[in-house]
């Protein structure tokens, strides 16, 4: 079993800054991409940005200069700093991973976090 930890979300004031934190743990052969999603309400759930094992990203267009995802292998976490953070960013913010589970036979899962709130207001 894997499991995906968030941490890092709460209440910020428009313009300002979270770092949020997600961690792997389990029976974890090796872990392939690592981004992070977010569902604000009434909307759907949304790629927000992603990192590849080599350190290769992606992100949406919305949060682009603004966000910015990285990875430790070696402690099999992600984290997204946000800056710049505009009221439209609340919303529940899940990692997702894609993991390569078991000690052999090997599994192939997509894993999500429970999410954590983030919400962007004066």
């Known amino acids: 079993q894997v499991q995906l930890v968030e941490s890092g979300g709460g209440l910020v004031q428009p313009g300002g800054s979270l770092r949020l934190s997600c961690v792997a743990s389990?029976?974890?052969?090796?872990?392939?991409?690592m981004g992070w999603y977010r569902q604000a309400p009434g909307k759907q759930r949304e790629l927000v940005a992603a990192i590849t094992r080599v350190g290769t990203t992606t992100y949406a267009d919305s949060v682009k200069g603004r966000f910015t995802v990285s990875r430790d292998n070696a402690k099999n976490t992600v984290n997204l700093q946000m800056n710049s953070l505009k009221p439209e960013g609340t919303a529940v913010y899940y990692c997702?991973?894609?993991?390569?589970?078991?000690?052999?036979?090997?599994?192939?899962?997509?894993?999500w976090g429970q999410g954590t709130l983030v919400t962007v207001s004066s």
């Open positions: 389990g029976s974890i052969f090796t872990i392939n991409a």
């Open positions: 997702n991973a894609g993991v390569i589970a078991g000690n052999g036979p090997y599994r192939s899962l997509e894993v």
